[in-house]
């Protein structure tokens, strides 16, 4: 992979037979909350999970709300049911099992969970290192060791490229490229994703801030220059903000 990482993202093209049927059964079913962001947060969750999406992009809540407000404009009538909130999630198909550090499954009272349907992942290539645009996730398997590992398509690259990646280690939410009013958030020691430009390649890779030299910012935007050290090699290099990106926060 010595090609520069691309930053589009997968295009929704649309939704499946059995994701189609399950909608209609639970229009029929429902009552007024069809429309709401946390319902239909539920369904995209639940669809992008489901295995009948492997190899797809991922569902978005809003195109699950779409969906049905189209389809209650279409109906003449409303069909009510005394069906209650928690049969219709039942009938959720089952979600991939979670992976996750920490074993409850309860969200933290208080604390903003963010939707899966809108989040964009990068995942590190084992051939050299480097991060790259997670287009869709294809497979997931369990090790003997009880590690999870998934198989990737990366952005821009064709199925002779697919690779099994660690779950925990090598898979995680898109970087986010900086802005230059982002420019004070930088700290010495700070994490950031270093856009590496060599004859043969540009890419992608994990780097610490080993030293900032602030300077004055003119209409051409940030002019501080940052000395990074390249986790992978400890090799050092000055660069300019705009081949940074940092982890995203919520």
């Not at 964009?120 to 060791?145: I, N």
């Not at 990366?154 to 660690?166: Q, R």
């Not at 995680?172 to 004070?184: A, F, K």
Request: net charge positive.
């Amino acid at each position: 992979m010595d090609r520069l990482r691309p930053r589009q993202r997968s295009v929704f093209t649309g939704f499946t037979k059995a994701e189609l049927e399950k909608m209609e059964k639970l229009l029929m079913e429902s009552k007024d909350d069809l429309l709401s962001k946390e319902f239909c947060q539920k369904i995209a969750k639940s669809f992008s999970c489901s295995a009948g999406r492997a190899g797809k992009p991922v569902v978005k809540w809003t195109e699950v709300q779409s969906w049905f407000q189209s389809r209650q404009q279409d109906r003449p009538t409303k069909v009510t049911s005394s069906t209650n909130e928690s049969k219709k999630v039942s009938d959720l198909p089952d979600a991939c099992p979670p992976i996750k550090e920490h074993g409850s499954s309860q969200e933290p009272r208080g604390e903003k969970v963010p939707d899966v349907s809108e989040m964009e992942f990068e995942a590190r290539s084992s051939k050299d290192g480097a991060w790259y645009d997670v287009e869709m996730f294809l497979a997931h398997r369990f090790l003997d060791c009880g590690e999870a590992e998934v198989r990737v398509r990366f952005v821009g690259f064709g199925a002779d490229e697919d690779e099994w990646v660690n779950v925990k280690n090598a898979v995680r939410e898109r970087s986010v490229p900086l802005e230059p009013s982002d420019c004070h958030k930088l700290k010495v020691g700070g994490h950031v994703l270093c856009f590496q430009e060599r004859r043969d390649q540009a890419i992608h890779y994990d780097a610490h801030i080993a030293e900032i030299h602030r300077r004055m910012h003119d209409i051409r935007g940030c002019r501080c220059l940052f000395l990074v050290r390249y986790n992978h090699d400890n090799t050092e290099e000055r660069v300019r903000l705009r081949r940074l990106c940092c982890r995203p926060t919520f």
